[in-house]
Each structure stands twice: as C-alpha cells, then as structure tokens.
C-alpha cells in the first residue's frame, strides 16, 4: 500500500519536516497497522468458519 501524507499549515519551511514530528507520524501509522493486522486476524477465522457453514447450508439448494 502507499500513502500519501500531506501536512497543511505546518510550521515548518515548505518541502521540510520536524524530526520529531516525523517521528510521531510514523508511530501512528504503525499503531494503525497494527490495529489493522489485529482486526485480520482476528476476524478472519470466523469469517472462514461463515464461508463454509453458507456453503454446506445452500449447496443442497441445487433441485
């Protein structure tokens, strides 16, 4: 994935960056990766278990 971040009204010249404030983005955009690879895997087992159990409930539907 890629992303563009876009910092309006910054207190810095045009084309630099803090490190401090770099430092921060980047802490938050890992606590949002992260969150997001929690999320995965933790739906993604009952989302397998849902597949299978609608495809043994509507694979007989076939008369």
């Not at 983005?25 to 597949?51: H, M, N, T, W």
Request: proline share 2%; no cysteine.
């Amino acid at each position: 994935m890629n992303y563009e971040i876009k910092i309006d009204n910054a207190k810095e010249e045009k084309g630099t960056i803090d490190l401090h404030r770099l430092a921060l983005i980047a802490d938050s955009i890992r606590k949002v990766s992260e969150g997001a690879l929690k999320y995965s895997q933790f739906f993604r087992p009952l989302f397998d278990k849902f597949k299978t159990f609608l495809f043994f409930l509507f694979r007989y539907d076939t008369y």
